[in-house]
């Protein structure tokens, strides 16, 4: 009897999902390259060390905090200034279909105007397709522009009406990464980055 008990344990530990294979997967997720909100200078050997470490967390849990969702210490949360290069990493489930990096194009857009940035393709887990690239502060920078009502709720988690100073503070520039199979859309990407600067 005991042995049939742990023979159907055994069992059912063996068929629960890994939890790398249940995360939300279609995300977008924004972070200071080697974590440094300033230019940093540092080895390729560094570089890459610090990449595959993120990409691996991200490949077993998914997209935590990051520059979209986190408090960066400015007015409202937002990011405060920030000087950096941005590394971007999405995270999406192609409804099952098998992961070919050639079946697969990605359109990046900055306030809706396409950029021509390098993609990287990270090897998938179970479930999520991964890629990532770099937005340079020298571009990211050019996209800044006013806050508008529009961008509200990407950036506030509080009401507006309980916002200090008011939700007009700051910069931001909106990020779309829409996502082709085969030339077909498929998933599209969207998040607001938010900033402020001064002494």
């Known amino acids: 009897m005991q042995t049939r008990s742990l023979l159907a344990l ?6 629960i999902p890994l939890r790398s294979s249940v ?3 279609n995300d977008l997720g924004a972070y200071y390259v080697q974590d440094s909100k300033y230019d940093v200078c540092s080895t390729k050997q560094e570089y890459e060390k610090w990449e595959n ?4 967390k991200i490949r077993q849990s998914g997209i935590k905090e990051n520059l979209f969702t986190q408090d960066g210490g400015g007015p ?5 200034n920030p ?4 590394f971007i990493i999405a995270t ?3 409804k099952g279909a098998s992961f070919e990096a050639k079946a697969y194009s990605v359109k990046i857009l900055l306030n809706d105007i396409e950029q021509k940035e ?7 887990n179970n479930k999520n397709h991964i890629f990532s690239f770099v937005l340079s502060r020298i571009t990211w920078e050019k996209y800044l522009r006013k806050i508008k009502p529009q961008d509200y709720p990407f950036i506030y988690s509080r009401p507006i009406n309980e916002l200090y100073p008011g ?4 910069e931001v520039f909106d990020l779309k990464v829409n996502i082709y199979r085969q030339g077909k859309s498929t998933i599209k990407l969207h998040k607001v980055f938010f900033a402020a600067f001064g002494e």
């Open 83 to 86: 000087q950096g290069n941005l």
């Open 23 to 25: 995360f939300a997967a």
């Open 92 to 94: 999406f489930d192609d």
């Open 76 to 80: 409202n949360g937002a990011q405060w």
């Open 53 to 56: 470490d993120l990409i691996a």
């Open 118 to 124: 390098k993609i990287s393709w990270h090897s998938s």
């Open 167 to 170: 939700p007009e503070v700051g």
């Open 10 to 15: 055994i069992l059912f530990i063996s068929i």
